[in-house]
């Protein structure tokens, strides 16, 4: 049958992404650098991807001189160089390998290695210095957005400075007047560079460290990215059919939990640099949004959540107390953000009955195989991935991760925070599962 059907019939399904077991014959007809609805799609193949470093999160980090140092997800801190008074921090924008979740990497672009970047943690009132070298194969720049500094620094090409040209390196120079939560990312051909993963959290502690003070301080960026199965390029050119929602670059089960004890006062950061807005929902504690990046929220007029929609191109970091043990969901509550890679065009197989439909299909695709699905629902996916379902290369099932009464059916922007009594003091680490108390589970009548 001629290639161009094949592809209609793969409209049909992102079913099949995850419902279909595909044939040696059709995934190798995937590989081709052809057209699929008149884009040109993207397939870099990844030489070796065991060179892929994943920096799991920071499990301690160092005690700041004079500041508490927050904990990037999945992510570390850039360190820097005093030079007569001046913090000097070194950024390379340049293309990186990161590994989304076991069994995927992304060629993204990035800065130091990494998609997102490092995170730049500076004090109110420091002088900071940012030498950019861009490693990329087309001239970009950084915005420091939120921050307020002169004109000149604000990193837009053409408008305030010209592109920094591959090769070049530019230095950016200015005094931090404000603390809060904000971000870095690209002011030159944006759309590009950020589907690609630049991005990166920029975080301005108080002059007194007293001020604002928590016990543990999260952050992460939202992103998103549209990764064709069996490839490994993110399509720049999409706007918003994405089909990976990702915390840091990483999507459950890939992503570290946020892990504190009983009685912390906890602080997340989100920044959101993807194209679409995120209802992140936390389970178990209400919070309170207490930062923008715009700056602090008075504390007299802070009002209580349990979800906080963050909008595009937004900061928000929010603070509860830990009181409630347990291993609490946290999450973008948009459904089809908390899947892997489902295709789009997704037929409505809810209470269709599909045995004709296998027949009908094998005689059109002789090569393919299509097994019936989704007619009580998609969890079923879940346990054919889990029973080794044959998957493109490089891609993800819809939903996965294990939890400890079975799958937790979630991927994309789906983690955990787990409270603990006996958490240690600054111990980050996973205390695993929660241990139940006798009773306090939901039973079977
Ligand atoms: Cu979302």
Known sequence: MQHKDRREFLGLGAALIASAALSSNLKASEHDHTAHGGI???????????RVLSPATIITPPEGKNYNPVVTLNGWSLPYEMKEGVKEFHIIAE???????PGMVVNCWGYNGTSPGPTIEAVEGDRVRLIVTNKLPEHTTIHWHGLILPNGMDGVGGLTQSAI???????????????????????????VQMAMGMM??????PKKPQEHRVDRDFCFLLSSYDVAPGTYTPNPSTMTEFNLWSFNSRVFPGIDSMNVR????????????TMTNHPIHMHGHPFEVTCTDGGWVPKNARWPEVTIDIGVGQVRAFEFVATQEGDWSFHCHKSHHTMGPMGHSVPNMLGVKQDDLTEKISDLMPEYMYMPMG?????????????????????????????????????GMFTL????????????????WYNHPQGSVARKL
Request: net charge neutral; glycine share 10%; hydrophobic share 35%.
């Open 40 to 50: 040109k799609r993207q397939l870099t193949f990844v030489n070796n991807p065991k």
């Open 95 to 101: 293309p990186v390998v990161r590994e989304f979740a």
């Open 165 to 191: 040209a591959t090769g070049e390196t530019y230095v950016y120079e200015f005094t931090l007047r404000q603390s809060g939560t904000f971000m870095y990312h690209p002011h030159a051909d944006e759309m």
């Open 200 to 205: 990166g959290m920029f975080i301005i502690h």
């Open 262 to 273: 009983v009685g912390d006062r906890v602080r997340i950061r989100v920044g959101n640099l």
């Open 375 to 411: 007619k009580n629902g998609m969890a079923e996916m879940q346990d054919m991935a889990d029973m080794g379902m044959a998957l493109p290369e490089n891609t993800l099932p819809m939903m996965s991760g294990q939890g400890p009464f079975g799958p937790i059916e979630m991927g």
């Open 417 to 432: 925070v787990k409270v603990r009594a006996n958490q240690p003091k600054r111990d980050y680490s996973d205390p695993g």
